[in-house]
């Protein structure tokens, strides 16, 4: 069965530095695809970046990039030149290729404070 | 990008009572998917359909049926709203192949009481 952890429950940075958000998967399938989601306060789920496991340049969009190391199983985010903006809870999921129904499945999330 | 919205936004139910939640989705796509969330935690998969007239359980589908009437629409059923199942409800839809990734709707809180 897939599983999707993140470690850090939350982060606190200064505003304009860098922050890397860590996850690892757990998978039996040899292909995948890798989402991050953000979650503001308002509780929207805004959808940021994604990296298909047989890709092997990391994404990246905007201020967003990952940092994908497939022998660990690991896909971290990055955020580079944070902003007050990029305050939210952020969530990892992974849907497995063979994966009827194209199900998700989420960590449990980071909370990231950016501090002025 | 995809527009999905729901109704309602909030919605405070009585133990025993039946509860529709109900999404919309105006991206002609072919997956619809019911979330939960709980405070502090991630989404669970309930219900999720891929085409009208036919839905497919998620993870945790106990207490809980969907209805996908058409194309654009699938609704969350709760027959007997129970207090376990006070939370956040999140619909998603996504299409097919590389336009997989899901896009949310703005979430419905359900307060059971």
């Known amino acids: 069965a897939q599983k999707v952890t993140q470690t850090q429950t939350s982060i606190s940075v200064m505003e304009k530095t860098t922050v890397t958000m860590d996850c690892v998967y757990e998978?039996?399938?040899?292909?995948?695809?890798l989402f991050w989601y953000k979650q503001t306060a308002s509780g929207e789920i805004v959808f940021l970046i994604r990296?298909?496991?047989?890709?092997?340049e990391n994404a990246t969009v905007g201020h967003y990039s990952l940092n994908f190391q497939k022998p660990k199983s690991s896909i971290g985010l990055i955020i580079t030149a944070t902003q007050i903006e990029d305050s939210a809870v952020y969530f990892c999921?992974?849907?497995?290729?063979?994966?009827?129904?194209?199900?998700?499945?989420f960590g449990g999330g980071t909370r990231l404070t950016v501090r002025p | 990008e995809a527009a999905v919205t729901q109704s309602p936004r909030s919605k405070v139910a009585v133990t025993g009572g039946k509860v529709t939640l109900s999404c919309h989705q105006t991206?002609?796509?072919?997956?619809m998917y019911w979330y939960r969330q709980d405070t502090g935690h991630g989404l669970r998969l309930i219900h999720y359909?891929?085409?009208?007239?036919?839905?497919e359980k998620g993870d945790i589908p106990d207490g809980y049926k969907a209805s996908r009437p058409s194309q654009e629409n699938f609704s969350l059923i709760l027959e007997l709203a129970s207090l376990s199942q006070t939370a956040v409800y999140f619909c998603?839809?996504?299409?097919?192949?590389?336009?997989?990734?899901?896009?949310f709707g703005p979430g419905t809180r359900l307060l059971v009481l």
């Open positions: 998603a839809s996504s299409g097919l192949g590389d336009q997989d990734t899901q896009y």
């Open positions: 998978t039996q399938d040899s292909s995948y695809f």
């Open positions: 990296q298909d496991s047989y890709k092997k």
């Open positions: 999921a992974m849907r497995e290729a063979n994966n009827a129904g194209a199900k998700l499945t």
């Open positions: 991206n002609n796509h072919d997956y």
């Open positions: 359909s891929y085409v009208a007239d036919s839905t």
